[in-house]
């Protein structure tokens, strides 16, 4: 399953980032801030704000989640 995680960096968001990984989904992370995020090498990572609506629609193009 394809997977768009938004807020991927907060406690919520790594919680589900552990989770989806454990089931093997195929995870796009968007994060504000990417340099701190500790699933760098795992996940498509896009470094941006999310009211910029090219990244959000790039994020979730092809998602299933």
């Known amino acids: 399953m394809k997977v768009a995680l938004f807020g991927a960096s907060d406690a919520t968001g790594l919680l589900l980032m552990e989770r989806c990984l454990a089931a ?3 995870v796009t992370a968007l994060l504000r801030r990417p ?22 629609y790039d994020t979730i193009h092809g998602e299933n989640a």
């Open 24 to 26: 093997e989904y195929e």
């Open 35 to 56: 340099v701190k995020f500790p699933y760098l090498d795992h996940p498509t990572v896009i470094g941006c704000d999310i009211f910029t609506l090219r990244a959000v």
